[in-house]
């Protein structure tokens, strides 16, 4: 008879057990770390990339341009006569820390494989101050053979640690260490370029911020050293799309090509008029 009567308190004490487990799991979940919006509005900052990834199948579509130099000849009309160079990428998130894109660029018809990675992803909280992400690429100059000895010579590849911070609505700052690799370059070049930049944003207006980005080449070459990159400009962002329109004195719309080869001098007037469009698109 004890036995029965231990079975029917248990059955009875059920109800209240079941509460209690689902009080601790709501708890947990109310405990639960909530990120910190992202601290650009798209995958790009002029010419170097944003630690921004998207929600999974989310797919964004880039288009870069950019003008000839202002300063690049009497009959240019300040570089929008002159032969422009031109970008359009495709990026889609395969997870909310990963995407995976592709780019055709008109100079030297370059076709860049790049991908994304959110390693460390910055809390309202604190308790991760930063965002970290890694960003590469592969690329292959497609022109004609008759460049090249060798299939190898075409291929070049960028990595890029991207350390990110919103401090606030309006300011977010970001640093990003970078190695470049050329398989084929110059006797008087390395094949490697390690590099810096710096970027951010400040906004002032819900919809509207202003942008400066920053590159300075770090390794030293014998002859043809690289200038540094520096753009300024302003973006109008909406949910789905952002547009970038700036004065900037790199052209080439790759990274490592940029960091390998620019010999454009703001400081002298080699400068020219940008602007870079996205589109994200939901699935």
């Known amino acids: 008879m004890k036995n029965y009567k231990i079975l029917l308190l248990a059955f009875l004490m059920l109800p209240f057990i079941g509460f209690t487990q689902e009080e601790e ?36 579509v880039t288009m870069q341009h950019r003008f000839g130099t202002i300063n690049g000849g009497d009959n240019d009309m300040a570089g929008f006569w002159a032969p422009s160079n031109i ?24 076709q860049d494989f790049n991908w994304k990675v959110a390693l460390l992803r910055q809390t309202q909280s604190g308790s991760m101050p930063i965002s970290v992400s890694y960003y590469g690429n592969f690329t292959i100059d497609a022109r004609s053979k008759e460049n090249f000895n060798m299939i190898q010579d075409r291929y070049s590849y960028f990595n890029q640690l991207i350390i990110a911070k919103r401090f606030s609505s309006k300011v977010s700052l970001q640093i990003a260490p970078s190695v470049s690799h050329y398989n084929l ?53 909406t949910s789905a799309h952002a547009f970038q329109i700036f004065l900037t004195n790199y052209n080439g719309l790759v990274s490592q090509k940029n960091y390998m080869y620019n010999q454009n001098d703001f400081f002298k007037g080699d400068f020219l008029i940008g602007f870079n469009i996205t589109r994200i698109y939901n699935f």
């Not at 920053?214 to 002859?223: C, E, G, L, N, R």
């Open 25 to 60: 799991v709501i708890e947990k979940e109310v405990v639960k770390e909530k990120l910190e919006r992202p601290a650009y509005e798209s995958s790009f900052i002029v010419d170097n990339p944003t630690n921004v990834l998207f929600s999974k199948n989310a797919l964004e």
């Open 87 to 110: 970008r359009i990428g495709l990026t889609y998130a395969i997870h909310e820390r990963l995407t995976i894109g592709y780019g055709t660029t008109k100079f030297n018809r370059l």
């Open 185 to 237: 370059v110059d006797p008087t070049m390395q094949n490697d370029m390690v590099s810096v930049s710096f970027g951010g944003r400040f906004k002032i207006s819900p919809q509207t911020s202003i942008l400066v980005d920053y590159s300075q080449p770090i390794t030293q070459f014998d002859a043809n050293q690289p200038k540094p990159g520096l753009s300024i400009g302003t973006e109008f962002a």
